[in-house]
C-alpha cells in the first residue's frame, strides 16, 4: 500500500524559509514523478511543483517559482520542497502525491502558516 | 494547461436522492486520466475514482465516474449522509495537473 507522510509543516514568518519533507513507501519512490499539491483554507486544490524520478527534470507553478525548490533523496524515499520567501498567500496545507499505476496517492498533508 | 470546469457549484439535495456532478475540460484529457475526490472540512481529499471510472479501494459502489475526452460525470446513485461534502475533479494526463474548482452537496 502506498503511504505519504509529509512534516515539517509550522508558522513562518513573512520572508522567512520552511522545508517539507515527504516520506513514502509502499512503492518503488526512484521509479515516479513526485507532485507538491497545495490548498489555502477555505479555497480549492492548485498544483505547485513537480519532479522527476531521477530529479533531473522540475516544474513549478508560476506563483512560487524562484521561491521554491523540489527535490528528491531516492535512497531515503523522501521528496522535498524548500520554501524561501514566503508571502502570507502561500499559507496552506501541503500535500505530497504520486501518480502509481495511474492511481494518485496522497499524504495527510502538513499545515504551513505564514504570518507575523 | 487544461482547465476543468465542474458543475453545479453547488447541489442541495436529501439523503437517498441521486447526485450527478459534472467535470467539462477544456481539451481532451489524455489516457482519460481523471479523478474525483471527496473532501469533508479539516480532511486530507479522499479519492473516489480514478481513470475516469475505477473506484479506489474501499469506496462502496454507490460511486460511479464515467466520461471519455472532455466531459466526465461523478455519480452518487443514493446519497448517504457522509455523503454531503466538497467534491473536485482532478486531471492529470497532461503536465501540469489541474483541479476543478469543487462542487459543494449540500443537505436538502
Known amino acids: 500500500e502506498v503511504q505519504l507522510v509529509e512534516t515539517g509543516g509550522g508558522l513562518v514568518q513573512p520572508g522567512g524559509s520552511l522545508r517539507l519533507s515527504c516520506a513514502a513507501s509502499g512503492f518503488t519512490f526512484s521509479n515516479y514523478w513526485m507532485h507538491w499539491v497545495r490548498q489555502a483554507p477555505g479555497k480549492g486544490l492548485v498544483w505547485v511543483s513537480r519532479?522527476?524520478?531521477?530529479?533531473?527534470?522540475?516544474s513549478y507553478a508560476d506563483s512560487v517559482k524562484g521561491r521554491f525548490t523540489i527535490s528528491r533523496d531516492n535512497a531515503k524515499n523522501t521528496l522535498y520542497l524548500q520554501m524561501n520567501s514566503l508571502r502570507a498567500e502561500d499559507t496552506a496545507v501541503y500535500y505530497c502525491e504520486s501518480i502509481v499505476e495511474a492511481r494518485p496517492n496522497w499524504g495527510q498533508g502538513t499545515l504551513v502558516t505564514v504570518s507575523s | 494547461e487544461v482547465v476543468l470546469t465542474q458543475s453545479p457549484g453547488s447541489l442541495s439535495l436529501s439523503p437517498g436522492e441521486r447526485a450527478t456532478l459534472s467535470c467539462r475540460a477544456s481539451q481532451s484529457v489524455t489516457s482519460n486520466y481523471l479523478a474525483w475526490y471527496q473532501q469533508k472540512p479539516g480532511q486530507a481529499p479522499r479519492l473516489l475514482i480514478y481513470?475516469?471510472?475505477s473506484r479506489a479501494t474501499g469506496i462502496p459502489d454507490r460511486f460511479s465516474g464515467s466520461g471519455s475526452g472532455t466531459d466526465f460525470t461523478l455519480t452518487m446513485s443514493r446519497l448517504e449522509p457522509e455523503d454531503f461534502a466538497e467534491y473536485y475533479c482532478q486531471q492529470y494526463g497532461s503536465a501540469p495537473q489541474t483541479f476543478g474548482q469543487g462542487t459543494k452537496v449540500e443537505i436538502k
Open positions: 519532479i522527476s524520478s531521477d530529479g533531473s527534470i522540475t
Open positions: 481513470g475516469a471510472s
